[in-house]
Every structure is written in C-alpha cells, then in structure tokens.
C-alpha cells in the first residue's frame, strides 16, 4: 500500500553568462532564486547570483553600486599573498592612497623610485628582496610624511586647534593617537588607503584635542567636518588586515 506520493524533484531554470563590466561577472541566473547578491570568492572572480527575470542593464546597475565592496574584497585578496610571505617582489601589488599598483623592477646603475598610472617602478642597482623592500618602505614613508603633514595643516585650520607634535609610527592594531599633551601620532601606512579614509584618521585625531574621549560631541564634531566618516571607519574595519601586515616588522620612525 502506498501511504505516500512522492513529488517530482524538478530542477531550477539556470541561465549562466558572463559580463564584461569593470571587472569580468560571472552571472547565475535561477528561476527559484528571489534575492540578488554578489560575492568574491578567493581566486578573485566576481559573481553575481540573481532571479531569472533581471536584466544585463539591472545587474549592471546593481554592480556598479557595490564596486566599492568588490574593490576592498580584492585588495583583501591581492594582499594575502603578500601579507602571507612579507617579501615583496617584481610583480607584487601594492597600494598607494587607495590606487591599485604593480610594482616594476628594473637595474640601473641610480637608485629611483617613479609612480607611473598603475604601475610602481623601481630602479636599483641591487635586486637583493631586503633592498628592495627597504628601498620601498621608505618611499611609502616619505609619502605619507608629505601627506599627513599637509592634510593636517590644512583640518588644524578647520577646526582651530593644533597639535604640539605630529610622530609617523608602525602601530599593531591603532590607527593613531592623541595624547594629553596635544601630541598626535598616526600609523604612516595609512597612505595605502584612499584620500577620504586618510582624511578621516587625520580629523578624527584632531577632533581628539576638543574632546579627548569618543563621547557624542567627539563624534558630532567629527561628523561636522567629516560627514562620511562612517564610510571610512567601515573601510578601515574591512582593511585593517592587510594594511597591517604591511611593513609590520619594521621599527617606528620619530
């Protein structure tokens, strides 16, 4: 006796594509699907998964709206390489306020480090990894020097107040700080992070010689000169880890 009837499995309509977009998308699209979502995965290939009646036009759309996402997820990507081994080499990417590079390396008998578009190209004599590496911390170091100093010149006008000193460190795990004194110090690698993240961390410091605590007139404060910074803290949360692992075993610079 049969006390059951078994339903028919049927399989979901599939329709798989690819878009030529800013990246290469990968598109699934399933009749049972009612959400739409794009993921990254680890051999830095977009996806996007989505039901069967959106259009290219839609999806298009939908991936130009979380390109910031996608852009964060395969810095994250590009760096676990580097982070994992801490050698940089010809051909490695790094990142230079929030630009995506591919590092050059040619001999030459000077030493020069030029920023050409995308690309990072270093003349040396040597082609030793130590030197090399050397040659680059300090060029992102001067950099950031340049950077920070002005923009903090600039936001100490904004808000009336200045620091007493401004220290360039190698922090484990902060972004900055300000101490009683009105002294300010800033992890210098934060120039591998776009210009509004480098803006934020040099107000949010500042901010700190009003209000020295994260109370709501901190952040009001912060918020008055920075209306975005929320962006920004979200972009350092989702970073931190490869900026960090960057030039991690290298002394702090005074």
């Known amino acids: 006796m049969t006390w059951f009837s078994r339903r028919l499995e049927t399989k979901a309509l599939i329709q798989e594509s690819t878009l030529q977009l800013q990246w290469p998308v990968e598109v699934r699209r399933s009749a049972r699907r009612r959400t739409l979502e794009v993921r990254v995965t680890w051999d830095n290939r977009v996806r996007v998964l989505c039901p069967m009646i959106l259009n290219d036009v839609q999806i298009a759309d939908f991936v130009s709206a979380k390109s910031g996402w996608i852009e ?36 030459a008998e000077r030493t020069a480090i030029t920023l050409d578009q995308a690309r990072l190209i270093v003349k040396a004599p040597g082609n030793s990894s130590e030197a090399l590496n050397a040659l680059l911390r300090d060029w992102f170091y001067q950099r950031a020097r340049e950077i920070l100093l ?70 009001d404060l912060v918020e008055s000169v920075k209306p975005d910074f929320r962006e920004s803290k979200s972009w350092l949360r989702a970073n931190a880890g490869w900026i960090k692992q960057m030039f991690k075993n290298d002394s702090d610079v005074h």
């Open 150 to 219: 002005e923009r903090t010149e600039f936001y100490s006008k904004v808000l009336g107040r200045q620091p007493t000193k401004i220290t360039l460190k190698v922090y484990r795990s902060m972004w900055g700080r300000c101490n009683a004194s009105g002294a300010i110090a800033f992890d210098w690698r934060i120039v591998m992070a776009p210009d509004s993240v480098i803006e934020y961390l040099v107000v949010h410091e500042l901010c700190h010689l009003t209000h020295f605590d994260h109370s709501s007139s901190f952040w």
């Open 72 to 107: 964060s997820k395969l810095r994250i990507n590009a760096s676990k390489i580097i982070g994992s081994s801490q050698i940089i080499t010809a051909g490695s990417v790094l990142f230079f306020r929030g630009q995506t590079l591919t590092l050059v390396v040619t001999q």
